[in-house]
């Protein structure tokens, strides 16, 4: 056995040698044992078909971020380009996003070759939502991670896919208690909850301001034991795996949070930097070379806080950040007429809220433009510095631990 219950058609030879060394617990969700490393879901298409089918082929769980994915298929963005604002520029590029998701969700298939796990990570705060979680659904997508808001609706959107693993995002142990209880009056518990820290994760923040980031409720020490009592207490304890998020980077890092009750770990950066992630290469730079001193924290567009590296654009937007807000007011129409957040800032004119078109800065970050791109970042090292390496690098490194590497 090279570890307790792993299943190793699920896992290449390769990364079983590298778990059975490691003494750490393999992940078990959907009947499946695991490596116990998730890639994070990014947006806007940092993590594709490239970054989550080869994540998965190790023998992760590879995830794919559904927000505008139609910007990695020339064709699908020359059938958008050049819409006129408005409701058939909208009904025409939510349909080619969901041409995309298909598409990634096929190739992402190719690249895994059946091992490990795909997920599809949706954000509950965007418009298309469900119809982004049901067409992911039909394409036979392994799991739907769903975060920036709770998704008490996913049992309903999923009740004919009982075999679909599904997998919120909450930060809390009081949130994860409202949760369970709600989809158990729909016959159904998550197969995995990601406890994500909002002081260490980095993008969208599952925090209500800035100043509640240190909230002590938040820290895994605190968190992770809170869960697993509340499963344990419930009787739920072995149908659920919490996977820990947010500032990690080593072996090290796995092993405590294992100890403190985790199942597993997801991490974002980390893979975003690595030679396989779909994000151009500036990008991969810009995050690979930004230092603590460069992490920013604001209030995101979606009126949540959220991290990002100190570019000249988030730098300059945020001197004259409280001229925007003083005069925001609704704009009566969206320039970009897509699947975008239920409620913006800068659309919906509310003042506090980032005045900035979300889609816009981040389209940017995905074509390096280092200039005008908004660039997410966790807050923690990397695992290799400022070198870009290989997912397959990168996932061995984090099932190494730190004396057998000085070796």
């Known amino acids: 056995m090279i570890a307790p219950g792993v299943v190793s058609d699920n896992i290449p030879r390769t990364s079983t040698d590298w778990l059975r060394s490691s003494g750490l617990k393999a992940l078990r969700v959907g009947g499946k044992a695991l490596l116990p490393i998730v890639q994070g879901g990014m947006g806007i298409g940092i993590s594709g078909h490239k970054l989550a089918g080869t994540v998965a082929a190790l023998g992760g769980v590879g995830t794919l971020s559904s927000v505008d994915l139609r910007r990695h298929h020339p064709d699908l963005m020359d059938k958008t380009r050049d819409l006129t604002p408005g409701t058939d520029a909208k009904d025409g590029i939510n349909a080619a996003n969901l041409i995309a998701i298909e598409r990634e969700i096929g190739a992402a298939r190719a690249v895994s070759g059946g091992k490990g796990l795909l997920a599809i990570n949706v954000m509950r705060a965007v418009t298309e939502y469900a119809s982004s979680v049901t067409r992911a659904l039909e394409c036979g997508i392994d799991a739907v991670v769903v975060g920036a808001g709770l998704p008490l609706d996913l049992p309903d959107l999923a009740k004919d896919h009982p075999g679909t693993l599904l997998i919120p995002i909450l930060s809390d142990a009081r949130g994860v208690q409202?949760?369970?209880?709600?989809?158990?009056?729909?016959?159904?518990?998550?197969?995995?909850?990601?406890?994500?820290?909002?002081?260490?994760?980095?993008?969208?923040?599952?925090?209500?301001?800035?100043?509640?980031?240190?909230?002590?409720?938040?820290?895994?020490?605190?968190?992770?034991?809170?869960?697993?009592?509340?499963?344990?207490?419930?009787?739920?304890?072995?149908?659920?795996?919490?996977?820990?998020?947010?500032?990690?980077?080593?072996?090290?890092?796995?092993?405590?949070?294992q100890n403190l009750g985790a199942s597993a770990v997801q991490l974002g950066t980390a893979f975003a930097v690595t030679h396989e992630s779909d994000a151009h290469a500036a990008f991969k730079q810009v995050l690979a070379e930004a230092t603590p001193e460069d992490m920013l924290e604001f209030t995101s567009v979606a009126g949540l806080p959220a991290r990002a590296v100190g570019t000249p654009w988030l730098r300059a937007y945020l001197k004259i950040e409280p001229k925007l807000q003083a005069v925001a007011h609704a704009k009566s129409r969206c320039t970009k007429s897509f699947d975008c957040l239920a409620q913006c800032g800068l659309r919906d004119g509310l003042p506090g809220w980032g005045q900035f078109c979300i889609d816009n800065q981040l389209a940017a970050a995905l074509r390096g433009d280092i200039k005008k791109g908004l660039f997410f970042r966790g807050s923690g090292p990397l695992p290799f510095g400022q070198q870009i390496r290989s997912v397959s690098e990168l996932v061995q490194r984090l099932l190494t631990p730190q004396s057998a590497l000085a070796v």
């Open 178 to 257: 409202l949760l369970v209880k709600k989809w158990e009056r729909k016959k159904r518990l998550p197969d995995a909850i990601v406890i994500e820290h909002p002081r260490l994760a980095g993008g969208h923040l599952g925090a209500a301001k800035v100043a509640d980031l240190n909230d002590p409720r938040f820290d895994f020490e605190n968190v992770l034991p809170q869960v697993r009592q509340f499963l344990k207490d419930a009787g739920i304890e072995k149908d659920i795996a919490i996977i820990a998020a947010g500032g990690i980077s080593s072996y090290e890092d796995i092993a405590r949070l």
